[in-house]
C-alpha cells in the first residue's frame, strides 16, 4: 500500500519513545509512519511498567487483606488465584492497547506492521518494501540482558518477560540483580507468599538511589521475610529436580524453583543495518548529542536505545522532543537528572535529581545541605502504618538538587519535586506554601520547612 | 540490499542556540524565574541563559539586574 | 507558677492554629505561653482530620478486601471490628499527640492548662491567674454547628464528635450536610456496611468544589449504593423507636438508627471576653484584616475562628505567619485560594485555586479555558479501577487558575497543584516536565500537555 511512500518522518519502533514522537509530529503537521514488529506500545505497556504495577498493586490487595485486623477489619487472605491475577493484569493491558490504538489513528500515523530496517539514512525497509523518510527516528527499545553462560531457558531461569507470563506463584526464587525490575518482582512474590532471595553484586539494593533509600528498602525487606544478599556474586546454577540451584562466589548455595535474571537491560540495534547506514554505536547503544540526533544527519534515536535512564517517560520526553527540534522549535534538551524515579515495590523508592553522595561529588562536602524527615512524624503515613522518609539534597544557600522518598505510595509525591527540581526552587519557596494535612505530601513540605529554618513538627 | 553510500560520520555540528525556547516560540523560564524577572524588572528577552541548553537560571536573571544596576543611568 | 507572668506572646487555644503560633514564635527568640482548655492538638489531631482519616483508610482497607477477587486476590470481607477500629484510630491519635507533646517541650512553650479568657488587650486569665502578653493570638477553634431546633442528643442525633466515638457500625444513618464532613462519613459508613441517605439544601453534594467534581461523586456515591438527596431541605426529626424518622421540605421522611448532622461549624468566641477588650467580632468570627490583625493592636486571630476555609493546614499557615509577623520579618500575606481542599472520601476529591465558575465570574467566560483529562486514560488509575478526572482552569494564555481533581488517592496529587497555581505557572511550563509513568500525578501532567496544545494520551 504506502510501499515507496514518502513521509516527513518515520520512526522505527512503536514504544513509549516512539510513540511519543509520531504523535508529536503529526500534530506538528508532519505526515508521519511508525514501524512497529510486534505491539504498539512496546516493552511498557505489554512486558514492563503497566503489567508489573499491575501485579504490584495486587500484592498490595493481598497485603492489606492479609493485614487487615490491625485496623479492625474482619477478612481473611485465603491466597492468589493467578489466572485471576493474570486476568486482571491483562485487561488493564488490554484496554489500554486499545485506546493506544485509537491514538494511532485519530493522529492520523501510518502504521507499518513488521520488522524495519535502516537501508540508507533515509530509508527504511519493512517486509521488502521501501519507505523514504525526511528524517528518521530509532526507538527500538532495549531487551533484557544475561551474564555470560546464563541461559534465560523461559522453564525455570527467566527474565521479567516470562516472570510475567508465569501460570503460578513459585513456592520459592532467587531473583538475581537488586535494581528496579528486581526487587519490583520480589515485592510481589513475597506478597503473592513466595519465599524470595535477591543476590545483588554491588553492596545495596537499588544501588542508583541514595544510599538512606537502600537502608530503608532493606530494612523492610528484611521485616517482609524477603532475603537479600548484597556484595554476593553469582557464578552458577544448576538445574535440579524441582527447580535450580543458584551457587555465588563465596561459596554459598541457594536452591529455589526458579531463577529471575533481572541484571539489566540492553539496546535492541543489532541487525538494524546502523553500521552500514553510518550511525555510530557505543556497547550497542545509539551514540547522540543532547539533541538526541545521531552522527548521520536526519536520524535521531529516543528512548532506551540512547544510553541512560530506561524509563517510559523518559522516552515521552525524548519523542516529543525530537518531533519538536525537528519541527524547528527548538525544544531545550532534557536534563537526565530532572527525570523522576520510582521503583514500585514495596516500600515505593522515589527520587529527582542528585543523591547526597553525587551532590557532594559535584559540589564539594562543605557546600551540600541535607535534611530527612522521618514519616513517623506524618500522620498520613502512620494511618497507612509505613516508614520511610523525605530526604531533601541541597546546594547550601542555594536551591534543592535532590528528593528521595521511601515509603507506601510515595511515588505519587514524586512529581511535585519534579517541580521543585526542575524549577530550581529555593527551600522557603516551598516553606511558604503549607501542605495539605493530613497527607503524605507534607513530609515534603515539613521537609523544606526545616531546610528553611522553620521547621514545625520535627521531632530532634 | 543496496549498501547507501557512506556519508561521513561526523559529530553533528552542536548548534548553540542562543537561546531555548519553551516548544511554541517564547523564550524557556519557569515560573519562578518569570517571578524573579518582574521582580527586578528584568526583560528576559535580553538574557542569555547559563542552563541546559541556553535555558534561563534565576542566577542569569539576578546577574541581569545586577548589571542593569551597576550600568550608569542613561543621562 | 507562672502565675502573673510576662510573654512576649500569649496563644489562647492549642489547635492546628495556636501551636503553630506558638512553635514558630518560639523559634524566633519569643517566650510563649500556650493557654488550652482540653487537649494540645485541639480539633484536627483528636475529634477531627486525623481520626476520620483513619476511619477512611480502615474503610478502604475494607473495600479492597471486599473487592479482592476483581484482582485475582482471594480474601473474604467478614465484617467490621468496631472496637478493634476505634483502638487502631485512637492508637494513631496518641502516638501523634504523644509527638505533639514532645514538641511543644521542645520548643520551651510553657504549656498552660485550662480555660482562657481575654480580661485586657494585653492580660489572658486562666483559673483565677493572669498572664500578660506582649501580643496575644485568639486560636480557639471552632464546633460543630446544627440548625435552629436540631439538638445534638449524642445518642441518636449526633455531631462529629460523638460519631468518631460510635462503639458499633449504625444499620442506617441519615447525614445531614453533603459538604466535607458529611460526605466522609458517609463514605466511611457506607464502607463499614452501613445504609446511608445524605440529605443537602444545595443543589449538589460537596458545593464548594468545581460542579464537575460534584457529578462524579454522586455518581460514584449512587454506585456505591449511597442516596443523595440534594436540594433537599430538613424540616424535623422525631425519635422512634429504633432510631430516628426525619422529614423533609418535600414532605418526604427517611428512617434511621441516627442521624448526623454535618451543617457546617462555628467559631468557638463566646465568653472569651473579646467584646470587653474591644476585639471586634462578625457572627461570632473574629474580624481580622488580611495580616490576621484584630482590632485591637496586638491582639491576632489564626484558624477556624477566623472567617474562611476551616482547615488544619490553614491554621499553621496562620499560626507562622502571625509569629513571623510579630518577629517584623514582613511575612507575605496568605491567599485562601491557594490553600489547597482535599476531601478524603472515596472517590477523593481535591482542589486548588478558582472553580471554572469562580474564574468565568472573575474574568469573564471568554477569558477562560478549562481541560478535563479523564483518568480512563491514566494507567495507575486503570489499576487502581478509579474514575474521575483532572480537570485545570486557566486564564487564556495566561496561568493555571484552578486544579480540580477526583479520584481515589488523589489528595495526594493537590500539593503539586499547589505549587502550580501558586508559582502562577503557565500550562507549557508544567508540560515540559514529563511525569513519573505509570502514576495518577501523569493525568496532571496530560492535562497541562493538552492546555499547552501539545496532547499526548488524549482521546477525542
Ligand atoms: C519489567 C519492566 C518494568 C518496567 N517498569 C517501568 C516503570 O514502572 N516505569 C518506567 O518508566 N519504565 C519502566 N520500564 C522501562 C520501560 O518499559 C522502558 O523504558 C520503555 O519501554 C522504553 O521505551 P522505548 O520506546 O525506548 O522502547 P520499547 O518500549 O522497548 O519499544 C521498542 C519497540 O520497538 C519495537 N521494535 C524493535 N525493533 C524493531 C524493528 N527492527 N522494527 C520494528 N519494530 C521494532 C519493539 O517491538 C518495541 O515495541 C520497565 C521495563 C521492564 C522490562
Ligand atoms: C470531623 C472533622 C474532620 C476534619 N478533617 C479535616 C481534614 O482532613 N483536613 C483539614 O485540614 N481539616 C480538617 N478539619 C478541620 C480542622 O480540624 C480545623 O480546621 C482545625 O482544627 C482548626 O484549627 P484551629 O487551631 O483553628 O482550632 P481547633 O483545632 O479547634 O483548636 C482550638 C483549640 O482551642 C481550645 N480552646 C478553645 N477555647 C479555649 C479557651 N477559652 N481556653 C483555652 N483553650 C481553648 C480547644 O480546646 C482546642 O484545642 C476537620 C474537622 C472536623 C470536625
Known sequence: ?460 | GPAPSPRPAAKPEPKQPAQAQSGDGTPYVTPLVRKLAAEHGVDLSTVTGSGIGGRIRKQDVQAAAEAAKAAPEPS
Chains 1, 3 share one sequence.
Open chain 1, 1 to 460: 500500500g504506502d510501499s515507496g511512500a514518502r513521509f516527513d518522518l518515520i520512526v522505527l519502533g512503536g514504544g513509549s519513545g516512539g510513540y511519543a514522537a509520531a504523535f508529536r509530529a503529526s500534530e506538528l503537521g508532519m505526515r508521519v509512519a511508525l514501524v512497529e514488529k510486534d505491539k504498539v506500545g512496546g516493552t511498557c505497556l505489554h512486558y514492563g511498567c503497566i503489567p508489573t504495577k499491575a501485579l504490584l498493586h495486587a500484592a498490595e490487595v493481598a497485603d492489606s487483606a492479609r493485614d487487615s485486623a490491625q485496623l479492625g477489619v474482619k477478612a481473611t487472605f485465603e491466597g492468589i488465584d493467578v489466572d485471576g491475577v493474570n486476568k486482571y493484569k491483562d485487561g488493564v493491558v488490554s484496554r489500554l492497547y486499545k485506546g493506544l490504538q485509537g491514538l494511532v489513528k485519530a493522529n492520523e500515523v501510518t502504521l507499518i506492521e513488521g520488522e524495519g530496517r535502516l537501508v540508507g539514512p533515509n530509508t527504511v525497509e519493512v517486509d521488502g518494501a521501501r519507505y523514504e523518510g525526511r528524517n528518521v527516528v530509532l526507538a527500538t527499545g532495549s531487551r533484557s540482558s544475561s551474564l555470560p553462560g546464563l541461559d534465560i531457558d523461559g522453564e525455570k531461569v527467566l527474565s521479567s518477560y516470562e516472570a510475567l507470563a508465569l501460570d503460578r506463584v513459585p513456592s520459592s526464587v532467587v531473583v538475581l540483580g537488586g535494581g528496579v525490575i528486581g526487587v519490583e518482582f520480589a515485592s510481589v512474590w513475597r506478597s503473592f507468599g513466595a519465599d524470595v532471595t535477591i543476590v545483588e553484586a554491588l553492596p545495596r539494593l537499588v544501588p542508583a538511589e541514595d544510599e538512606a533509600a537502600s537502608k530503608v528498602v532493606e530494612r523492610t525487606f528484611r521485616k517482609r521475610g524477603i532475603t537479600a544478599k548484597t556484595g554476593a556474586r553469582f557464578s552458577g546454577v544448576q538445574h535440579t529436580d524441582d527447580g535450580v540451584s543458584v551457587s555465588l562466589e563465596n561459596g554459598e548455595t541457594v536452591d529455589a524453583e526458579i531463577l529471575l535474571v533481572a541484571v539489566g537491560r540492553g539496546p535492541v540495534t543489532d541487525g538494524l543495518g546502523l553500521e552500514d547506514a553510518g550511525v555510530a554505536v557505543d556497547r550497542g547503544f545509539v551514540t547522540t548529542d543532547e539533541r538526541l540526533r545521531t552522527s548521520v544527519p536526519g536520524v535521531y534515536a529516543v528512548g532506551d536505545v540512547v544510553h541512560g535512564l530506561q524509563l517510559a517517560h523518559r522516552g515521552f520526553a525524548h519523542g516529543i522532543f525530537v518531533a519538536e527540534d525537528i519541527a524547528g522549535l527548538n525544544p531545550v534538551p532534557i536534563d537526565d537528572a530532572g527525570i523522576p524515579r520510582v521503583t514500585y515495590c514495596d516500600p515505593e523508592v522515589a527520587s529527582v535529581g542528585l543523591t547526597e553522595a553525587q551532590a557532594v561529588e559535584r559540589l564539594g562536602d562543605d557546600k551540600v545541605e541535607t535534611f530527612e524527615y522521618n514519616l513517623a512524624g506524618n500522620g498520613k503515613s502512620q494511618i497507612l502504618k509505613t516508614q520511610g522518609f523525605a530526604k531533601l539534597v541541597r546546594e547550601k544557600d542555594g536551591p534543592v538538587l535532590g528528593v528521595h522518598l521511601v515509603g507506601a505510595r510515595v511515588g505519587e509525591l514524586i512529581s511535585e519535586a519534579q517541580l521543585i527540581y526542575n524549577w530550581e526552587a529555593l527551600p522557603h519557596e516551598v516553606a511558604s506554601l503549607i501542605h495539605p494535612h493530613p497527607t503524605q505530601s507534607e513530609a515534603l513540605g515539613e521537609a523544606h520547612l526545616a531546610l528553611a529554618g522553620k521547621p514545625l513538627h520535627v521531632h530532634g
